[in-house]
């Protein structure tokens, strides 16, 4: 089958139609070209594609399409965060402007229960919400399943890495077995594919693009500096920057400091993380929205599910502590195939962190950090090894490099082995791993289960999905 050129190949229902003309819906993204077809046939899809290629168009449209036809009676999407069950809900919005008769409603926690219960009770053709507030509707009886035609799964990896798997799997149990089910995931681990098996049928794979790579229209940049010249040095890039910024930090306490640190240096921030209720996490992002506010700091419960055309950078104060969270933050720029910029700012203890990402990214280690390696096991005149020190004289331009690097003995085993040590801790979920605690010293070495623990202890039901 031929790839859709654009919207009116799918032959959409006519309103849906009208409203993509109306809000600029021209040429779908690849993702929306395969997948809509075979939504829209009534296939179980299981779908990756990188971080920013318009996968919730990619199922929304084909299902609303089928709403509006009269094919589908109702839709529950499963979405890992607030922040993303709301960017849906919005979607939903637009593209519903001329058919204010198709309702949909947003389940999440840090909101009243009897509001939801209401909206419930008018049976909206799209429930949109995380696991565990969805899963105390069903078990109070306000949203009973057996009328939904269809389930999404958003951003499933997630959704898995925060333990809502048991969630998940009691949802499942109180749908129809004929349901069409589609997952959607911006990475495809061994976890997925186990999931993928238990709650869909025979489903036709979509593939695009590396999941391990963000997009090729973000420019990435590395500044080298230290722990007591952070502050300065970020500072000194986001006053030279333009535009819309979002800058990571590792925790809530950093996430504060750091908002507070531009706030005083005259800029209009906001800030999100876990302490924050949701009132005023919405907030914060209507501001960056509405550009009341340039800057969002933020810790990682941003990676996904915002979704604004005009971000135009992203600011790694910290280095994730997972590798892969790294394309998700950085995906929040260059958006449905506009151009962005990311910068991380890499302190000594962090460096061995970032040459597993950079590789992870580009398939080699980054060259600066190799010679930083070689000087640091080049003997000096007195016998003594060299002090690493990485220069913080401007960004270096990651983007698109390209070349050999020679690895010598040295570097080879400094790098294996801490990668080694890292990744085998990752596995056995316990333990320290070699070296953690030089590249991480903003946290404590943990564990993945203590990390998640740790982030969202605070939630109001963390593993429950509120």
């Known amino acids: 089958m031929k790839p859709a050129a654009n919207f009116s190949d799918f032959q959409l229902s006519p309103p849906l139609s009208d409203v993509l003309k109306k809000i600029g819906y021209k040429t779908p993204t690849p993702v929306q070209a395969q997948a809509i077809p075979l939504i829209l046939e009534g296939k179980d899809v299981l779908a990756t594609a990188q971080t920013g290629t318009g996968k919730t168009a990619a199922f929304v449209l084909p299902l609303l399409s089928k709403i509006l036809a009269g094919e589908n009676k109702r839709i529950l999407i499963v979405a890992p965060t607030r922040e993303l069950a709301e960017q849906i809900g919005r979607v939903l919005e637009e593209l519903t402007s001329l058919t204010p008769s198709v309702k949909a409603c947003v389940i999440i926690g840090g909101l009243a229960y ?73 990475t495809f681990p061994s976890a997925i594919q186990r999931l993928a098996h238990s709650f869909l049928s025979q489903p ?53 400091h750091v908002a507070k640190l531009l706030s005083e240096a005259g800029h209009e921030v906001v800030r999100l993380h876990g302490d924050r209720t949701q009132n005023q996490r919405s907030k914060a992002i209507a501001a960056l929205r509405d550009e009341s506010a340039r800057i969002l700091v933020a ?42 910029h990311s910068l991380s700012l890499v302190i000594p203890e962090e460096v061995k962190h970032w040459a597993r990402i950079y590789k992870m990214i580009h398939g080699h280690y980054p060259e600066e950090v190799l010679k930083m390696q070689k000087a640091k096991n080049s003997p000096t005149r007195t ?7 990485p220069s913080a004289k401007g960004a270096k331009r990651e983007h698109g490099k390209k070349g050999k690097h020679a690895k010598g003995p040295a570097t080879q085993k400094w790098l294996k082995t801490d990668s080694s040590n890292a990744k085998s801790a990752r596995k056995n979920k316990g333990g320290s791993a070699g070296n953690a605690n030089e590249e991480r010293p903003l946290d404590k070495p943990q564990n993945r289960a203590e990390r998640r623990k740790s982030q969202f202890k605070k939630n109001s039901a963390p593993r429950r999905g509120r």
Request: a neutral charge.
């Open 299 to 340: 810790t990682d419960i941003a990676a996904r599910g915002i979704d604004i055309p005009h971000i135009q950078h992203v600011i790694n104060y910290d280095l994730p502590i997972e590798e892969e969270d790294y394309i998700h933050r950085i995906g929040r720029t260059a958006r449905a195939g506009g151009k962005g």
């Open 383 to 389: 016998g003594q090894s060299q002090k690493e020190k």
């Open 204 to 256: 036709v794979r979509v593939e695009i693009g590396a999941t391990t790579k963000p997009v090729e229209a973000i420019v990435q940049d590395v500044i080298y500096t230290t722990g007591p010249e952070k502050d300065k040095t970020l500072i000194k890039q986001i006053d030279r920057l333009a535009g819309s910024i979002i800058v990571f930090t590792r925790t809530k306490f950093r996430t504060e």
């Open 114 to 186: 009897q509001n939801q219960i209401r909206a419930l009770r008018e049976n909206p053709a799209f429930v949109i919400g995380t696991p565990g507030r969805l899963l105390d509707q069903i078990e109070m009886g306000h949203l009973k399943l057996q009328e939904f035609t269809t389930l999404v799964m958003d951003e499933a990896d997630r959704m898995l890495d925060m333990g809502f798997e048991p969630q998940m799997k009691a949802i499942v149990a109180h749908l129809p077995s004929g349901r069409q089910s589609l997952l959607f995931s911006a």
